[in-house]
């Protein structure tokens, strides 16, 4: 699984903002060890982070591995986190003697327990399998796991306890993540075994809400039926998803007016609703101040993109098709909005109204966002952005 080094040259700006208390958890960190075409890269993450870089200098990589952890920790088996295992081996990396090659990447999640750290080492030849993980927080390896026999679909792994017996051993699954296995394992009854239990929680709730969107502007404009409400990484039913925020989520649908009005060049926009179809099925359209009507579909290529990635950062977990923890208070979460290609599309005034937007609703604490776009020179003395240059 080794491989030549092949050093990310990077250079990392950010405007200075008021000290952040991490009362939520969230990625603070993110690492790629040795994936695809990075080698030893760390990237701080801040409330609104953006990647930039020209084509192929690894941004849309940086962001895959980000949503790779994110689906890891919650719960997905390794063949549904990826389809293409090869393609995440570093450029050039020779097998070893057993045939094998991998990457490693890894994270820190920060919140009220202090930072946490995960490393996951990852073989996809000849067998896609979870090969070492380890899980640390203040200094101490709370989790750590090996491929001990590869002849067993397990790793052996040890983790903290405290007390007479300073380790648990037992074997886990190859294919799952063991952070996310642990609440289930993890009695709880001593001091150490609490430290794990906490700092697995804090990795899993700062993974969990995760929602990857790339709006598919060919299919935001047809009708749908009601459904979920719950809107699709794509945002094809985006129609739907109104039919129920417009009515239950009054001051956020204002809101979201008022970001497509600014957006929106000469013509303001007074409102944005679904309306029901005889067939049963319902579509968005804008209402305009001039008393005109437009059916989404209408709207070009950006415009779609841009009232898509505008309503995400006004919703949240109850609203978007992700999977956050569940058992905690959705006060205590934080939703990171992962978005490829963030302004493609866009003209200025729309990219410029989403980096206000995605700041503003960063600055109360519910949401973050994490994009890749290619020229960052417009978002750079943007106060509260993390910009991340890669390439030469």
Same mark, same amino acid.
């Given at each position: 699984?080794? /491989?030549?080094?092949? /050093?990310?040259?990077?250079?990392?700006?950010?405007?200075?903002? #008021?000290?952040?208390?991490?009362?939520?958890?969230? !990625?603070?960190?993110?690492?790629?060890?040795?994936?695809?075409?990075?080698?030893?890269?760390?990237?701080?993450?801040?409330?609104?982070?953006?990647?930039?870089?020209?084509?192929?200098?690894?941004?849309?990589?940086?962001?895959?591995?980000?949503?790779?952890? #994110?689906?890891? /920790?919650?719960?997905?088996?390794?063949?549904?986190?990826?389809?293409?295992?090869?393609?995440?081996?570093?450029?050039?990396?020779?097998? &070893?003697?057993? %045939?094998?090659?991998?990457?490693?990447?890894?994270?820190?999640?920060?919140?009220?327990?202090?930072?946490?750290?995960?490393?996951?080492?990852?073989?996809?030849?000849?067998?896609?399998?979870?090969?070492?993980?380890? +899980?640390?927080?203040?200094?101490?390896?709370?989790?750590?796991?090996?491929? %001990?026999?590869? /002849?067993?679909?397990?790793?052996?792994?040890?983790?903290h306890t405290g007390g007479p017996?300073?380790?648990?051993? #037992?074997?886990?699954?190859?294919?799952?993540?063991?952070? $996310?296995?642990?609440?289930?394992?993890?009695?709880?009854?001593?001091?150490?075994?609490?430290?794990? +239990? $906490?700092?697995?929680?804090?990795?899993?709730?700062?993974?969990?809400?995760?929602?990857?969107?790339?709006?598919?502007?060919?299919?935001?404009?047809?009708? !749908?039926?009601?459904?979920?409400?719950?809107?699709?990484?794509?945002?094809?039913?985006?129609?739907?998803?109104?039919?129920?925020?417009?009515?239950?989520?009054?001051?956020?649908?204002?809101?979201?007016?008022?970001?497509?009005?600014?957006?929106?060049?000469?013509?303001?926009?007074?409102?944005?609703?679904?309306e029901p179809l005889d067939d049963?099925?319902?579509?968005?359209?804008?209402?305009?101040?001039?008393?005109?009507?437009?059916?989404?579909?209408?709207?070009?290529?950006?415009?779609?993109?841009?009232?898509? +990635?505008?309503?995400?950062?006004?919703?949240?977990?109850?609203? +978007? &098709?992700?999977?956050?923890?569940?058992?905690?208070?959705? $006060?205590?979460?934080?939703?990171?909005?992962?978005?490829?290609?963030?302004?493609?599309?866009?003209?200025? %005034?729309?990219?410029?109204?989403?980096?206000?937007?995605?700041?503003?609703?960063?600055? %109360?604490?519910?949401?973050?966002?994490?994009?890749?776009?290619?020229?960052?020179?417009?978002a750079a003395r943007t106060d509260?952005?993390?910009?991340?240059?890669?390439?030469?």
């Open positions: 699984m080794q /491989g030549p080094e092949q /050093g990310a040259s990077l250079n990392e700006s950010r405007v200075p903002s #008021a000290p952040v208390r991490y009362i939520r958890p969230c !990625v603070t960190e993110l690492r790629l060890s040795a994936f695809a075409g990075h080698r030893r890269a760390r990237f701080t993450l801040g409330a609104v982070t953006l990647f930039v870089g020209d084509s192929g200098s690894g941004k849309s990589n940086a962001l895959r591995a980000y949503d790779a952890l #994110a689906r890891l /920790g919650g719960g997905a088996r390794l063949a549904e986190v990826f389809a293409d295992p090869v393609a995440c081996v570093p450029q050039g990396a020779r097998p &070893d003697a057993q %045939r094998r090659r991998g990457f490693r990447i890894g994270c820190t999640a920060d919140g009220p327990g202090g930072p946490v750290l995960l490393d996951v080492a990852v073989q996809a030849e000849p067998e896609l399998r979870i090969v070492g993980e380890r +899980l640390s927080a203040g200094g101490v390896v709370l989790l750590e796991t090996a491929l %001990r026999d590869p /002849g067993r679909r397990t790793v052996q792994a040890a983790w017996a300073p380790l648990t051993r #037992a074997p886990l699954p190859d294919d799952r993540l063991g952070t $996310a296995l642990l609440p289930l394992r993890v009695a709880g009854k001593t001091d150490g075994q609490r430290q794990v +239990l $906490a700092a697995a929680e804090q990795m899993v709730v700062a993974l969990r809400s995760v929602f990857a969107c790339d709006p598919q502007p060919d299919w935001m404009g047809s009708p !749908v039926p009601t459904g979920s409400g719950r809107l699709l990484a794509g945002c094809d039913n985006l129609a739907d998803v109104l039919w129920r925020t417009r009515e239950q989520c009054g001051r956020r649908h204002a809101q979201l007016v008022a970001a497509l009005s600014a957006g929106s060049a000469g013509r303001p926009v007074v409102d944005l609703r679904a049963g099925t319902v579509r968005a359209v804008l209402d305009r101040a001039d008393g005109t009507r437009t059916e989404l579909a209408r709207l070009g290529y950006g415009e779609l993109r841009f009232v898509a +990635l505008a309503l995400v950062l006004l919703t949240g977990p109850g609203v +978007l &098709d992700v999977d956050p923890a569940g058992e905690v208070p959705a $006060a205590m979460q934080t939703l990171t909005l992962l978005a490829d290609g963030l302004d493609r599309g866009l003209d200025v %005034r729309q990219r410029a109204e989403l980096l206000r937007l995605a700041v503003r609703m960063a600055e %109360r604490g519910h949401i973050r966002c994490v994009g890749a776009v290619s020229d960052g020179s417009w509260g952005v993390t910009v991340v240059h890669l390439g030469p």
